[in-house]
């Protein structure tokens, strides 16, 4: 079993090559945020654009080779992607730290960062600033919704397993359509959770596509999550955000 995850993780390092050898290797970026400064990994797409873009939320794990994956391919599918460092610099690889950090960040500075990092995007000649979303996975979709809170120009939102906000006065400050894929397995973000949101912003005239998958639990798309991965149904969330994005974003 350690071999298989040592062979997954070097399969998915090789890919992650492939990727950047394709559509141009990572580059470090920073952008300013509020009195600080944000910083994140960009990658880009063939052709001058201007493109649809992505920001790209990590899990609470921060930055690691699995969210860089991930934003390299969305680089090979015509986006100009932002993956933004909430920890600045900081990977954590045990749950301990992982949970040490996400509680250490304010969610105001998580909030103004991605702000920012979306005001910085629209500055950019390669992109096109009214084809503009964000996806984020566990903490990552938390701040992806919230991003679009924050930002109403945000064009299209993807949610995965991340928490999700009820207040009224919040939702209708969303403006961006919405897709979310969450596990009815999940004991943090529960299906009741999931409900509620899709109906209170049904109720406010606002479409969402959310999706549960019933044998599922937290974190199933990511490959690394030992005994929680579900191969079956990350590809099926994985089509669902990318139609929704060639529907939303049109690359």
Not at 79 to 108: C, F, N
Not at 130 to 158: D, E, H
């Amino acid at each position: 079993m350690k071999n298989l995850r040592v062979l997954s993780v070097c399969a998915a390092a090789l890919l992650l090559g492939v990727l950047a050898a394709s559509v141009g290797a990572q580059q470090a970026v920073t952008f300013p945020s509020g009195d600080s400064t944000g910083q994140g990994l960009l990658y880009l797409p063939k052709g001058a654009g201007p493109h649809p873009a992505l920001i790209v939320i990590h899990e609470w794990w921060g930055l690691n080779d699995w969210i860089k994956q991930e934003a390299a391919g969305y680089a090979g599918k015509g986006y100009v992607a932002l993956a933004v460092d909430l920890y600045r610099g900081q990977v954590a690889t045990t749950p301990e730290l992982a949970h040490e950090l996400s509680r250490g960040l304010p969610q105001d500075q998580g909030v103004r960062d991605l702000t920012s990092a979306l005001t910085w995007l629209k500055t950019r000649k390669d992109v096109d600033p009214r084809r503009i979303g964000a996806v984020g996975w566990c903490m990552g979709g938390g701040f992806a919704i919230q991003l679009a809170v924050a930002a109403p120009t945000l064009k299209a939102v993807a949610v995965n397993y991340g928490a999700l906000p009820t207040d009224k006065d919040a939702l209708e400050r969303i403006h961006a359509q919405v897709l979310g894929n969450f596990g009815r397995q999940d004991r943090g973000i529960t299906p009741d959770s999931v409900h509620a949101f899709a109906a209170a912003m049904q109720s406010l005239g606002k479409p969402v596509d959310a999706k549960i998958y019933p044998d599922a639990g937290h974190a199933f798309e990511n490959p690394n999550n030992t005994g929680g991965y579900r191969p079956a149904d990350a590809a099926d969330a994985l089509a669902r955000v990318d139609r929704f994005f060639a529907q939303t974003l049109h690359p």
